[in-house]
């Protein structure tokens, strides 16, 4: 295999490398018990880094692909779903915050399954890759303090906030693909403050 080959190879690699990840930090996290899943947050925290590596050498080497540009998204929703479902079912996260990150995927998921047949390609924005990051950061703190430990919940509620913000500028880049509106790409837009 050439050089050029292995390179493009390599991100969706890390991006499938992420979604097989995903029994194996359920194990730990369910082998940890009631205590600092140390195992569990170290291994979503590796996860996380796999999401940054992977779109930044596809970016670095000139290999974005198709794939890519949806299971990579993916990936980040499966793993942190996972998480959600995990720590809501052992009652370490609250149940609100919870529940708001499965729905906003879901949809999210099921809105693109309905409009990519019309030519939708979804493009995540930076408010996406920050609430995706927070969310890592957020739930991995919580994986790792002990059960109760307040100040990982905050963070994990400004990451439930951004998500949120993220969720709603998808929602408006959809409404306008459907409706033929302007350009989706909204961080080419002027403000309207």
Same mark, same amino acid.
Request: glycine share 12%; hydrophobic share 50%; net charge negative.
């Given at each position: 295999?050439?050089?050029?080959?292995?390179?493009?190879? #390599?991100?969706?690699?890390?991006?499938?490398?992420?979604?097989?990840? #995903?029994?194996?930090?359920?194990?730990?996290?369910?082998?940890?018990?009631?205590?600092?899943?140390?195992?569990?947050?170290?291994?979503?925290?590796?996860?996380?880094?796999?999401?940054?590596?992977?779109?930044?050498?596809?970016?670095?080497?000139? &290999?974005?692909?198709?794939?890519?540009?949806?299971?990579?998204?993916?990936?980040?929703? $499966?793993?942190?779903?996972?998480? @959600?479902? $995990?720590?809501?079912?052992?009652?370490?996260?609250?149940?609100?915050?919870? *529940? &708001?990150? $499965?729905?906003?995927?879901?949809? *999210?998921?099921?809105?693109?399954? #309905?409009?990519?047949?019309?030519?939708?390609?979804?493009?995540?924005?930076?408010?996406?890759? *920050?609430?995706?990051?927070? *969310?890592?950061?957020?739930?991995? $703190? &919580?994986?790792?303090?002990?059960?109760?430990?307040?100040?990982?919940?905050?963070?994990?509620? &400004?990451?439930?906030?951004?998500?949120?913000?993220?969720?709603?500028?998808? @929602?408006?880049? @959809?409404?306008?693909?459907?409706?033929?509106?302007?350009?989706?790409?909204?961080?080419?837009?002027?403000?309207?403050?």
């Amino acid at each position: 295999m050439s050089w050029a080959e292995l390179r493009r190879s #390599i991100p969706n690699a890390l991006t499938i490398a992420r979604f097989a990840a #995903i029994p194996v930090f359920v194990w730990l996290y369910l082998e940890a018990g009631d205590g600092a899943a140390w195992g569990a947050g170290l291994f979503f925290a590796a996860a996380a880094l796999t999401d940054q590596l992977d779109g930044y050498l596809a970016r670095r080497w000139h &290999v974005e692909s198709a794939f890519g540009k949806v299971a990579d998204p993916l990936a980040d929703r $499966l793993m942190i779903g996972t998480a @959600a479902v $995990l720590m809501l079912a052992t009652g370490r996260i609250p149940v609100l915050a919870g *529940l &708001v990150i $499965l729905g906003r995927d879901v949809l *999210l998921v099921l809105g693109y399954r #309905i409009l990519s047949p019309g030519g939708y390609e979804l493009e995540v924005t930076f408010l996406g890759k *920050l609430a995706t990051w927070v *969310l890592y950061a957020s739930l991995g $703190l &919580v994986l790792v303090t002990p059960e109760g430990t307040g100040w990982p919940v905050v963070l994990l509620w &400004v990451g439930v906030a951004l998500s949120l913000g993220a969720g709603a500028q998808y @929602a408006l880049r @959809a409404w306008r693909h459907t409706h033929g509106g302007r350009d989706s790409r909204l961080e080419h837009e002027p403000s309207e403050d």
